[in-house]
């Protein structure tokens, strides 16, 4: 079992940043890909980003390229999302994921997820 808890998310002005956290717990983190998905009110849980377990490989919703980025410290079991130049739509829960394998964008396809943090941005 992996455990997961998500911090840092807030309310920002657009054109803001955040960097998001999630620490995990229980069995080795540096064997799981890592990934961030969002809900918006009214939408499905969709993709952001994810991070093979050595940090080397990562991809990315194309929205969010150029302005969000994903990163992990295996000495700290946690994993970073970045979010530099907010817009009014990335306001939503944002939840971390982990699976073992490859990089996926299926959320049906991970594992372990978080609680979720609520990231809203205002104009």
């Known amino acids: 079992q992996v455990q997961l808890v998500e911090s840092g998310g807030g309310l920002v002005q657009a054109g803001g940043s955040l960097r998001l956290s999630c620490t995990a717990s229980g069995r080795t983190f540096s064997s799981y890909v890592m990934g961030w998905f969002r809900q918006g009110p009214g939408k499905e849980r969709d993709f952001v980003a994810a991070i093979t377990w050595g940090g080397s490989n990562t991809l990315y919703k194309d929205s969010v390229k150029g302005r969000f980025t994903i990163a992990r410290d295996n000495t700290k079991n946690t994993v970073y999302l970045q979010m530099n130049s907010l817009k009014l739509e990335d306001t939503a829960v944002y939840y971390c994921?982990?699976?073992?394998?490859?990089?996926?964008?299926?959320?049906?396809?991970?594992?372990?997820w978080g609680q979720g943090t609520q990231v809203t941005v205002s104009s």
């Open positions: 994921a982990a699976r073992i394998g490859i990089l996926s964008r299926l959320a049906t396809t991970y594992d372990y």
